[in-house]
């Protein structure tokens, strides 16, 4: 199969990496003039040199989606700017190529507004979550011209490359997964702002606690077998109000500059300035993570 990945920032690349290593012939795009030399060190980074044998660099848009299978958009987080790639990539890839844009937030019917109904019937969202070369989960969000075959395609190619698709039933904002981390993020944010805890300690609650909680269970799953016999219905009887009256006197702050200084002047002092090791270890934490509740699953 060949992929067309547009964009070759960081979701770009890791996709790239991601369908090279299930076997996948993928040509990069963007008008980048170091197209090349990114794809390049971007790919030995997240994967390996082998795996570039089976990528192109073509930056000019209309060349690289002519003969695709599969187009995959993650420009800029601007609609008139997907609007216009959108223009141009469906005119020029084949009649029947599946569309794909991995838009964060914005609705897949304001993507393909400009596209004519044969175009807009084969496009949708398919939303991951960096890095996409390991985390499996993609949001998929059907725009109101979207066909149903459309979505399962989707499904089918996704879960043929190892991911984990999962359908969101109505457009909205920032779809699940980004409405979530939003919540979360304003009430830390509102935490370190009012001297509640630092920014490594907050991170330290999540992933001593919620984040192992969550990778195995999630919010009501866990919920659920935290309530004991009585499951989710007798925590909610008996912790509902407490829970109530937390979720009136959650914060809600501002990202004015002060805040937004404020916090990101002590995740810098906590985290210090090598983003790459970082990430590095980030990245091998969370495939250790999920390669142990994998195995787990298995056996049970």
Not at 55 to 67: I, M, N, S, T, Y
Not at 148 to 176: C, M, N, Q
Not at 272 to 290: F, I, K, M, Q
Request: contains cysteine.
């Amino acid at each position: 199969m060949r992929i067309t990945e547009i964009g070759a920032g960081t979701i770009g690349v890791s996709w790239t990496v991601l369908l090279a290593a299930a076997g996948h012939d993928v040509v990069v795009t963007d008008p980048r003039p170091d197209l090349a030399e990114v794809v390049d060190a971007g790919v030995r980074r997240f994967g390996s040199a082998d795996l570039l044998e089976r990528v192109v660099c073509e930056p000019d848009l209309a060349r690289a989606v002519a003969g695709a299978d599969v187009v995959q958009e993650q420009g800029p987080e601007r609609l008139e700017v997907k609007q216009d790639i959108w223009a141009t990539a469906a005119a020029h890839a084949p009649a029947g190529a599946l569309l794909l844009s991995s838009t964060s937030g914005i609705l897949p019917t304001d993507v393909a507004a400009r596209l004519d109904d044969d175009a807009a019937a084969r496009l949708l969202v398919a939303h991951p979550f960096n890095p996409p070369h390991v985390l499996p989960l993609v949001e998929l969000v059907a725009g109101q011209r979207t066909a149903r075959d459309s979505v399962a395609r989707a499904t089918e190619f996704l879960r043929s490359v190892g991911k984990d698709p999962v359908e969101i039933h109505k457009e909205v904002y920032g779809f699940v997964g980004n409405r979530l981390q939003s919540a979360l993020f304003r009430e830390a944010v509102s935490l370190v702002r009012d001297g509640v805890v630092s920014p490594a300690e907050l991170d330290r609650v999540v992933t001593g606690a919620l984040g192992p909680r969550w990778a195995t269970g999630g919010p009501f799953l866990s919920f659920h077998l935290g309530g004991g016999d009585g499951g989710l219905r007798h925590l909610l009887e008996h912790l509902g109000p407490g829970m109530a009256r937390r979720w009136a006197d959650l914060g809600d702050p501002a990202l004015d500059a002060d805040t937004v200084e404020a916090i990101s002047t002590a995740t810098e002092d906590a985290y210090g300035p090598s983003r790459e090791a970082l990430t590095t270890a980030r990245d091998r934490a969370e495939t250790s993570v999920l390669a142990a509740r994998s195995e787990i699953l298995e056996e049970s």
